[in-house]
Nanobody
């Protein structure tokens, strides 16, 4: 069963903006953190930003600090506003929720990813 879904990826010109969405199923509870990661071809997946305790604390990778912003709608839904996009931001962006489902143990739930391409 799919528990986490990202959306909003698109082709955008350098300097443009996109807003990505991540929705975690309400069957996941006790979510301690939700994060954004990205992976470009030939590179390892890298951490982008994390929202802890439904936005109580938000941290960003140096590469996106000042350009990307996380906002949360509720404990199970967040957004990533991406401004001043650069070609090096091109990647598949993944959302991860850390929580549990009824009868399960605490673990990470990953989405399938959404493609962001920054190109002129």
């Amino acid at each position: 069963q799919v528990h986490v879904v990202e959306s909003g990826g698109a082709l955008v010109q350098p300097g443009g903006s996109l807003r990505l969405s991540c929705a975690a199923s309400r069957t996941i509870y006790a979510i301690s953190a939700m994060g954004w990661y990205r992976q470009a071809p030939g590179k390892e997946r890298e951490w982008v930003a994390t929202s802890i305790s439904n936005g109580r604390s938000i941290i960003y990778a140096d590469s996106v600090k000042g350009r990307f912003t996380i906002s949360t709608e509720n404990a199970n839904k967040m957004y990533l506003q991406m401004n001043s996009l650069k070609p090096e931001d091109s990647a598949v962006y993944y959302c991860k929720a850390n929580g549990r489902v009824v009868g399960g143990s605490l673990r990470d739930y990953w989405g399938q990813g959404t493609q962001v391409t920054v190109s002129s």
